[in-house]
């Protein structure tokens, strides 16, 4: 099921349902993970896939079929023009870019806006995945997730990456922790030096989130009971701001 509440986008799907009575090809095009298939899937769901990198499947299924899905459209291949007469085509392609003849081939071609240009659908899927993470680790925390510009780079793929970590975080216990730490030492440790290689593993968070949290190097000494001028030696080994 597709979701959006995106005007830009509307534009989109309007066009694409309008071009299902005819006999028209189109091409959808735009960043990964936005959700061009799963908007495809949801207008033409009956219709026949194939891989566009897969040069003998996509040449036997415009052979066969009359109606079909190529993902992983490949705008720079050199694709027959008569192959696509009399059929209707729907490509999706992670590539903007277009050539005279790859425009030739279609009657319509859309272009999706990556995830950052579409608020609306950020708030839907901020509680969506949120929904599913509280569901999946059993997490307590319903404070709304703030995503970052860094959790949109990857569109929809680093937004549920970033809001599934945030719950982790959220319900990590010290035994969690643990054997986190004890399967990334079963994995790295070997060196030479290895003890004063992994300690600011520990050091380095547990300093600065009492910084954060205290906001006085004083307070904080006094807290974690060593010297001030030891804690003050460590923030500038850490490279603590």
């Known amino acids: 099921m597709f979701h959006t509440t995106s005007q830009k986008l509307r534009y989109i799907i309007k066009g694409l349902e309008l071009s299902k009575s005819l006999c028209v090809s189109s091409l959808v095009a735009g960043e990964p993970n936005i959700g061009k298939k799963t908007l495809i899937e949801s207008i033409f769901p009956n219709a026949i896939w194939v891989d566009g990198t897969d040069s003998n499947a996509l040449k036997n299924a415009l052979m066969t079929y009359n109606e079909i899905i190529i993902y992983n459209f490949n705008i720079y291949a050199d694709y027959n023009i008569s192959d696509f007469?009399?059929?209707?085509?729907?490509?999706?392609?992670?590539?903007?870019?277009?050539?005279?003849?790859?425009d030739s081939l279609f009657a319509f071609m859309y272009t999706m806006p990556s995830l950052i240009e579409r608020p609306e659908d950020i708030e839907y899927l901020n509680e969506k995945f949120s929904k599913e993470a509280q569901s999946i680790f059993g997490s307590n925390n319903t404070k709304a997730y703030t995503p970052s510009v860094n959790d949109l780079l990857n569109n929809t793929k680093s937004l549920k990456k970033a809001i599934l970590l945030h719950h982790v975080y959220s319900s990590i216990t010290a035994i969690d922790i643990e054997k986190i730490l004890y399967k990334y030492f079963s994995n790295e440790i070997g060196g030479n030096n290895d003890y004063s290689k992994f300690l600011p593993?520990?050091?380095?968070?547990?300093?600065?989130?009492?910084?954060?949290?205290?906001?006085?190097?004083?307070?904080?000494?006094?807290?974690l009971g060593i010297n001030r001028n030891t804690l003050r030696k460590k923030i500038n080994e850490l490279g603590i701001n």
Do not use: C, V
Not at 201 to 223: A, D, H, M, T, V
């Open 85 to 102: 007469n009399g059929k209707k085509i729907i490509a999706i392609s992670d590539s903007t870019n277009t050539t005279a003849q790859i």
């Open 201 to 223: 593993i520990f050091e380095r968070p547990l300093i600065k989130s009492g910084l954060y949290r205290f906001g006085s190097q004083l307070k904080l000494s006094s807290i």
